[in-house]
T-cell receptor
Framework: QKEVEQDPGPLSVPEGAIVSLNCTYS??????FMWYRQYSRKGPELLMY????GNKEDGRFTAQVDKSSKYISLFIRDSQPSDSATYLC??????????????FGQGTILTVHP | GAVVSQHPSRVICKSGTSVKIECRSL??????MFWYRQFPKQSLMLMAT?????????EQGVEKDKFLINHASLTLSTLTVTSAHPEDSSFYIC???????????FGPGTRLTVL
């Protein structure tokens, strides 16, 4: 079983739609939960990060974490064509020799069409 | 967040040559940097952890003699792909934690093409 599962998509939505991106994970020791956005041929850009269950909102983005179900989500409201990118969930590994290291999902390709 | 730069952004080389990629932390003193590799339409795979003033630690399956990492200062880590082959063609990305340990900030990446 993979440590992280993320639906690769592709996901295509009309402008203004609400987008839901999801990841499940199996390692209960993961401590921090992140979402990155990656445009084609660019490095990932940090969008959101949190360490507790619940919701965290930043503008049009809401990150949701459910530790009991080992499930995280990213919601994008009022999606724009500029949101078209690959979205990666990421998890910080537990300490020891893995301290600070991240494990990534496979990425979901999102296209928002006008 | 932290600002990380990489140089070059793109490099094309012949098989058998060595290529050096630089990763610079522009606004933090980074004692630890990470190197990732990303193949087309795939996610990021951690290659190694670069530690300032000491040896890098490599992930399982990554050849340390092929991917040489040097972290001689708090703002610069280099990755040298030695005797590159076409299967080494990939997108190489570095990151650093911006002075904390909660998350990481990534450079813009270097696209390596080995002919």
């Amino acid at each position: 079983q993979k440590e992280v599962e993320q639906d690769p998509g592709p996901l295509s939505v009309p402008e203004g739609a609400i987008v839901s991106l999801n990841c499940t994970y199996s390692n209960s020791a993961f401590q921090y939960f992140m979402w990155y956005r990656q445009y084609s041929r660019k490095g990932p850009e940090l969008l959101m990060y949190t360490y507790s269950s619940g919701n965290k909102e930043d503008g049009r983005f809401t990150a949701q974490v459910d530790k009991s179900s080992k499930y995280i989500s990213l919601f994008i409201r009022d999606s724009q064509p500029s949101d078209s990118a690959t979205y990666l969930c990421a998890f910080r590994r537990p300490g020891g020799t893995s301290y600070g290291k991240l494990t990534f999902g496979q990425g979901t390709i999102l296209t928002v069409h006008p | 967040g932290a600002v990380v730069s990489q140089h070059p952004s793109r490099v094309i080389c012949k098989s058998g040559t060595s290529v050096k990629i630089e990763c610079r932390s522009l606004d933090f003193q980074a004692t630890t940097m990470f190197w990732y590799r990303q193949f087309p339409k795939q996610s990021l795979m951690l290659m190694a952890t670069s530690n300032e003033g000491s040896k890098a630690t490599y992930e399982q399956g990554v050849e340390k003699d092929k991917f040489l990492i040097n972290h001689a200062s708090l703002t610069l880590s280099t990755l040298t792909v030695t005797s590159a082959h076409p299967e080494d063609s990939s997108f190489y990305i570095c990151s650093e934690s911006g002075g904390g340990t909660d998350t990481q900030y990534f450079g813009p990446g270097t696209r390596l093409t080995v002919l």
